[in-house]
């Protein structure tokens, strides 16, 4: 499906989690394409493949992820991009995702440990974030947010939302909470400026 | 399930679809920036920009035109350079986060949150 000829912004959110933690069924669920797959290279050394003439030796390797799109409308698209937690992916952030609206780092309560790296990378970053807990139906044990917020050391003016990203008003939602969030950070911003 | 493509990984490839050179002109293109055709692919063009060009006769950002040609982003901006330098495509560029010049970011923020409560 082709985007409007009107079209003229893209804009990006990130969304950040650990295997199997549920990003692309999150993309999906919100996405107006199927979503697709795409892959970067860098070095192993971890700096990025400025010179593609590193490609010709093995010393490289390639970071995927996936991506979706929603017209908001005639002229600005949001670019969803699912992005793995792995220590490696985060020497391509700048290249990548530099001017990017936001983040939503998506957790599974079963493996609450991947989710730390990610949120230290993002401060790190400087790139603004709301948490996303995925409920899958197996999550028998049922931490509350504030259990959750306190395992992550979260601070308390980052929003945490509990989500199932299989459904699309779920998924929208915690679309809107982080960019309600980055709207009330701005305004902020602006009343002091 | 996670499509792999499947002409990622030869490194001579890449090598011969950028015409060996190591660094494309790709200054100011974002996963992002919108592409766009100003022109019809013409006879003996490479394949691969023939195929910017059909996919482009609508707005399509940089990585949709990644996904497509199955190429990683960084040999697919140097194709980009190629056809931006000559003309037959234009790039839009998104709008700067921080430096948002005339209109603040609230203003650009606004317009997302209508945007997706209007999903």
């Not at chain 1, 002229?75 to 992005?83: D, W």
């Not at chain 2, 679809?17 to 494309?24: I, L």
Request: glycine share 8%; hydrophobic share 40%; net charge negative.
């Amino acid at each position: 499906m082709p985007l409007a000829d009107a079209a003229e912004t893209g804009l990006k959110i990130v969304i950040v989690g650990g295997f199997g933690v549920g990003k692309t069924t999150l993309v999906r669920s919100v996405s107006e394409i199927r979503p697709l797959n795409t892959e970067e290279v860098m070095t192993q050394a971890g700096a990025g493949v400025d010179d593609v003439a590193g490609l010709r030796n093995k010393s490289t390797t390639t970071v995927a992820f996936d991506f979706g799109r929603i017209s908001l409308n005639e002229q600005t698209v949001l670019y969803l991009f699912g992005a793995p937690g792995q220590e490696r992916f985060w020497f391509l952030w700048d290249r990548l995702f530099s001017g990017t609206l936001g983040a939503v780092v998506l957790v599974d309560t079963r493996r609450m440990a991947d989710s730390w790296y990610a949120i230290d990378r993002l401060e790190y970053h400087g790139t603004p974030f709301v948490v996303a807990v995925n409920r899958f139906d197996e999550d028998g044990s049922r931490f509350s947010l504030d259990e959750i917020r306190q395992a992550l050391d979260l601070p308390e003016d980052v929003p945490l939302v509990d989500c199932d990203a299989r459904l699309r008003d779920s998924g929208k939602n915690v679309l809107i909470t982080l960019v309600d969030h980055l709207y009330q950070q701005a305004l902020a911003r602006e009343m002091t400026a | 399930m996670i499509r792999k493509p499947v002409d990622i990984g030869d490194p001579h490839r890449l090598y011969t679809v950028t015409g060996g050179r190591s660094r494309g002109e790709e200054a100011g293109l974002d996963l992002v920036t919108l592409i766009v055709s100003e022109c019809r692919p013409t006879e003996g063009m490479q394949s691969e920009h023939v195929r910017i060009l059909e996919l482009c006769g609508h707005p399509t950002a940089v990585v949709e035109i990644a996904a497509d040609l199955r190429l990683p982003i960084t040999v697919v901006k140097i194709l980009l350079g190629d056809l931006l330098a000559s003309g037959r495509i234009t790039a839009r560029n998104p709008r700067p986060s921080a430096a948002h010049g005339d209109a603040p970011e609230s203003a650009l923020l606004k317009e997302v949150l209508i945007g997706l409560r209007n999903l």
